[in-house]
């Protein structure tokens, strides 16, 4: 079976500094991995996909991820963090469910903090 | 587009009462999920349906059920609340055998459901 595990619940970054969440993952073959983000009392916003095109892969907002299957590690970076960054980091690995579909695993969460 | 729209918002429950959190979605999408999501434990699945006709339990579904009305709505129902299921349930939706063929899921903005 598949896991994801977010190595950091919590992660604070002052404003202008870069940002890292931390992911590794679990597979028994060449995964799809995902990152979304919940700003509060929101829905989850895709950022950014691996489906191994590139191994670094650029998001929306200025935040990429690397894929390193060696260390199978998928973390996100950002060079130079937001206020409006604050929000809480999925990492998501996809596997194959029944009738054709696909089933997302979810991490546990790492809630970012930007100080002004 | 709406995306993937649900309802209520909002949900205050007694122990015992039933309700039924409604999910649709305009993407013409053939898949469709229910997730619950609690502090510290990310998004787990309760169930999800790869196709109109077809449900399949995921991670969490004791205590659920669901309901493929038709390709665009898919309901989850609480037969007699518990404490316990107090959370929040987002619905997503996806089309891995569409012309993107694509496991990418888009989520819901959430109902937020409290039992007493």
């Known amino acids: 079976a598949q896991s994801v595990t977010q190595l950091d619940s919590h992660v604070s970054v002052s404003e202008g500094t870069p940002v890292l969440l931390r992911c590794n993952y679990s597979?028994?073959?060449?995964?799809?991995l995902f990152w979304y983000v919940q700003h509060p009392n929101k829905g989850l916003q895709l950022l950014l996909k691996?489906?191994?095109?590139?191994?670094l892969v650029k998001g929306i907002n200025g935040f990429e991820a690397e894929f390193k299957k060696s260390e199978t590690s998928f973390h996100l970076t950002k060079p130079s963090a937001h206020m409006s960054d604050a929000a809480e980091y999925f990492c998501v690995v996809s596997e194959g469910a029944t009738s054709g579909t696909y089933k997302y695993i979810f991490g546990t969460g790492t809630r970012l903090k930007v100080l002004a | 587009n709406a995306g993937v729209t649900q309802t209520p918002k909002f949900q205050v429950l007694k122990t015992g009462q039933s309700m039924t959190l409604q999910c649709a979605q305009d993407?013409?999408?053939?898949?469709m999920y229910w997730y619950r999501q609690d502090p510290g434990m990310g998004l787990r699945l309760i169930y999800y349906s790869a196709s109109e006709g077809t449900t399949d339990k995921g991670e969490v579904p004791n205590g659920y059920n669901v309901s493929r009305l038709n390709k665009r709505e898919f309901s989850l129902r609480l037969e007699s609340a518990a404490p316990s299921q107090t959370s929040v349930y987002f619905c997503a939706s996806s089309d891995p055998r569409g012309l993107d063929s694509t496991d990418t899921q888009y989520f819901g903005p959430g109902t937020r459901l409290t039992v007493l």
């Open positions: 691996y489906t191994s095109a590139a191994t």
């Open positions: 993407m013409n999408h053939n898949s």
């Open positions: 597979s028994s073959y060449s995964p799809s």
